[in-house]
């Protein structure tokens, strides 16, 4: 008796609340634009202030990161233009909306640099397949969305405003991120919110779906409760195994270059970073010291990018420790050259250099290979010099036509 009373009152407040819903229903167009109205201040002063933001960096030349800063190992992709680079961000956009929404197709890796996630070269490539999915299913979750009413369309504007903070991985501005966790954080927020409150609504059975035409047995609703929530017990622990061991991972950092090396076995920098914790130069790491190991690991890095000029410097230090002294010499002959080592190597090579040519037995030898690599650098630096000149040059003649 108790239960059926609850049922009709139940009733009763679904049946309010069906009408309530269809005299919203019977004007929602003008409902939906008085609430766009209301709002209009606030978007005029967000789009005022992102567009002031655009045009003044691109008046002063700073919307971009210059060409040259960002090296493949870092942004494989940065430097694409037109349709290549629409093709590959693409991608790169929707691996950040499937992380949003807990589901990695690429896997985890705290670096997805040079070579990790290979260039899509045409429309065959049958990873567009994620991007056209995305965008498909966007589309009819708006048209059923805009069907339904003012209440639902709301909340996906509100849902989708959360997803533009990934403007900076959307390829349409020059940035140095690629593909990076940190990213997901807003629209991962957004997708925790509307996911607990759609499961919550699924576990207690609540939606038009779920109106009881008759009454249910109690044990019946309890059993089916019950269930629900195991699933998403289980999916929650699932989610949470995940996340204890991602992050004991990035507590050490052998275990997070060893599972970023399971997602990305031809990442430049992963295995430059893995060769170091070999070479025995990482105190804290020490235990892991294995020099064949650790130059295989370096010269498997150079193998896939052969621009990645830090190798040199590590490398350096490996062939040193192996007493192979001439490869020493050139590898950070090497490493001096290289802009992003140059620093730590320059001093390297002032103090090899002063203690090798003051050797009282193979000075004189030392001194004749010290001529022969400054003279390589040297070179290198007037080579320099005059690429920078004749870059000067045509920008001033092109000022000049101008």
């Known amino acids: 008796i108790q239960y059926n009373r609850s049922y009709a009152k139940n009733k009763e407040e679904d049946d309010e609340s069906k009408e309530k819903e269809e005299k919203e229903e019977a004007t929602p167009l003008s409902t939906l634009v008085q609430a766009i109205v209301t709002l209009l201040p606030r978007y005029f002063i967000i789009i005022v202030f992102s567009a002031s933001y655009l045009i003044g960096r691109y008046y002063f030349d700073t919307l971009s990161i210059p060409d040259g800063l960002i090296r493949p190992a870092e942004n494989p992709f940065f430097p694409f233009e037109g349709m290549r680079r629409v093709l590959n961000y693409s991608y790169v956009l929707s691996v950040h909306v499937c992380k949003s929404f807990f589901f990695d197709p690429i896997g985890f890796s705290h670096e997805y640099g040079f070579d990790c996630v290979e260039e899509m070269t045409g429309f065959t490539d049958a990873r567009l397949l994620l991007p056209q999915t995305l965008a498909l299913v966007t589309f009819i979750v708006a048209l059923w969305c805009l069907k339904s009413g003012l209440k ?20 349409i501005v ?3 991120t690629f593909i990076a966790d940190r990213i ?25 779906s779920q109106t009881m035409k008759q009454p249910i047995s109690v044990s019946f609703q309890r059993i089916a409760q019950t269930f629900k929530v195991a699933i998403v017990l289980a999916v929650f622990s699932v989610l949470w195994l995940k996340v204890d061991q991602r992050s004991t991972e990035w507590m050490d950092s052998y275990q997070l270059l ?40 370096m010269e498997k890095a150079e193998e896939i990018d052969p621009e990645y000029c830090d190798v040199h410097k590590e490398l350096a230090t490996v062939l040193y420790q192996q007493g192979d002294v001439y ?22 090579w002032r103090r090899y250099w002063k203690a090798a040519t003051a050797h009282p037995q193979h000075g004189v030898a030392a001194r004749e290979r010290y001529n022969k690599h400054h003279k390589v650098i040297t070179d290198a630096i007037e080579e320099e010099k005059r690429r920078d000149e004749e870059a000067q040059r045509e920008r001033n003649e092109g000022s000049d036509e101008l």
Not at 153 to 168: N, R, V
Not at 197 to 205: D, N, P, Q
Not at 282 to 290: F, L, M, N, T
Not at 327 to 348: D, I
């Open 327 to 348: 490869g020493f010499e050139e590898r950070l002959t090497k490493a001096v050259m290289c802009p992003f080592s140059m620093q730590g190597a320059s001093e390297l």
């Open 184 to 208: 997901v954080v807003a629209s991962t927020f957004t997708v925790s919110v509307f996911g607990g409150r759609i499961l919550s609504g699924w576990i207690v059975g609540e939606g038009p």
């Open 152 to 171: 639902p369309t709301l909340l996906l504007l509100m849902g989708l405003s959360w997803f533009a903070t990934l403007f900076p991985v959307s390829g």
């Open 174 to 176: 020059k940035v140095g």
């Open 258 to 297: 060893s599972s970023s090396l399971k997602t990305c076995p031809r990442s430049a920098k992963s295995n430059l970073e893995m060769g170091k914790l070999h070479s025995g130069t990482v105190s804290q790491y020490s235990q892991y010291k294995d020099l064949p190991k650790s130059r295989s690991y």
